[in-house]
């Protein structure tokens, strides 16, 4: 490898080149001008001193400042943003490139305060969240954890930090599914745990970070509220059925008490009973729909033709002819049984709708970005109220349930599909379901 001289010994050697011409000139004149031996060393001394010194001069105002920047580079790295350069004030190239080191070193500074800030907020939201926290290096060993983190285990970060996963029992979620559900115990207690897994890198190197939450609380209260709010509608219902029966039946009591019996208590005593029997049977039908919604079963999926099922639905309609507009030959993954029963359940308000209007039905049903949607269309009043429209026991018919639209939805998300209401823009309402191809 060929050598190379220092950037300094290049530009003094430089110097000293560019004035030789001129010393050499010099040194001819003394040489050859009248000048006593004497005389002729003063002067040769003087001009190859001054030649010899410019050059030295030349150096290092040339080396100088860039040692500056040097050693103001090197405070940045090693992260002192106080250092300022002077001679940053003139307008020759040399003071530009020192204002631009300096403003270098007020913007790192700035961005490094910035990042003291967010990481002294990440450090103190992490250990103040009530989330266990762990964060493992490539080679699975806990490099972080958390207060949430060091209750749940039991340990503090000083014993866990650095050791193996496997040895903190929390290997395995690290190799499952990124986001998971699972039931155990830990020694800072049991219960049910979100898991979440994701990567992130940090130096170059991947690491990966578990999440583990408290389930058990939220899930409690979210069963309590679900829990009041059945019994506010099953008491609103039963209230609803019963208090009429008890008033009825007492009347009809008070009757059958009168001596002589009133010349139209057998008419009396019909029209009480049949009133009695009117709500009771409505009561049982309101209590067989919501058992019907709370034990339906999760689908057993095969591949369904949706064409047969919508052609067998829209027969069995008697009411009202369905127009069937037929669509392309897709299948579906699902279940049978389960998608006819939702079919049927919208036929049945589409057509009941029409009927009031003596409007028409039609389904229809396309293809797009990977799944199907079905449309079932009439020509009814349309929709007066669209907010309660999936609340459970919300119906605006005399004889409903408020059941059918509920097991609907549920079938249609228990299908990984979506199932929605909405106005026509010029006459009746539609219902879209749609459901992803096999």
Request: glycine content about 12%.
């Amino acid at each position: 490898m060929a050598y190379k001289l220092p950037h300094e010994v290049s530009v003094q050697g430089l110097a000293w080149a560019a004035g030789l011409p001129g010393v050499a000139f010099a040194g001819w004149a003394i040489a050859t001008g009248d000048y006593t031996p004497k005389a002729a060393w003063a002067l040769g001394l003087a001009i190859g001193g001054a030649w010899l010194g410019l050059g030295l001069l030349v150096r290092r105002r040339v080396a100088a400042p860039l040692r500056t920047v040097s050693r103001l580079l090197a405070a940045i790295r090693e992260g002192d943003y106080s250092i300022r350069a002077a001679g940053a004030s003139g307008t020759d190239a040399l003071a530009e490139v020192m204002r631009q080191v300096n403003a270098m070193g007020a913007t790192m500074h700035v961005q490094r305060l910035g990042a003291l800030e967010a990481t002294t907020l990440l450090r103190k939201v992490m250990e103040e969240i009530n989330v266990a926290v762990f964060a493992f290096d490539e080679q699975r060993r806990l490099r972080l954890v958390n207060r949430a983190g060091e209750r749940l285990l039991g340990q503090s970060a000083g014993t866990m930090v650095g050791r193996e996963a496997g040895e903190l029992g929390l290997a395995g979620y690290l190799e499952e599914e990124a986001l998971k559900t699972v039931q155990r115990a830990f020694p800072g207690g049991s219960g049910r745990w979100g898991i979440t897994r994701s990567a992130f890198r940090e130096g170059g190197l991947p690491h990966r970070l578990l999440v583990l939450t408290d389930l058990t609380r939220p899930l409690r209260e979210e069963e309590l509220r679900a829990w009041q709010r059945l019994v506010r509608v099953l008491g609103h219902e039963l209230n609803n059925s019963l208090a009429p029966i008890k008033s009825i039946a007492g009347s009809l009591e008070a009757i059958a008490r009168r001596d002589p019996l009133p010349a139209d208590w057998r008419e009396d005593m019909q029209e009480g009973l049949g009133v009695i029997a009117a709500r009771s049977e409505a009561l049982a039908r309101f209590l067989g729909a919501y058992a019907r919604f709370a034990a339906l079963p999760r689908p057993a999926l095969e591949p369904v033709r949706l064409a047969e099922v919508v052609r067998r639905v829209g027969r069995m309609e008697v009411r009202l002819p369905v127009l069937v507009a037929e669509g392309p030959e897709v299948t579906v993954r699902g279940d049978g049984d389960q998608l006819e029963q939702l079919l049927i359940n919208l036929l049945r308000n589409a057509v009941e709708a029409a009927l009031e209007t003596r409007g028409g039905v039609g389904v229809r049903w396309a293809v797009s970005a990977g799944q199907v949607e079905l449309r079932v269309e009439d020509e009814g009043p349309g929709l007066a109220e669209t907010a309660n429209l999936f609340v459970p026991f919300f119906t605006t018919k005399p004889a409903g349930s408020g059941i059918g639209l509920v097991l609907c939805r549920q079938i249609a998300e228990g299908h990984g599909g979506t199932l929605t209401l909405e106005n026509r823009p010029e006459r009746g309402c539609v219902a879209v379901l749609r459901l992803p191809l096999q």
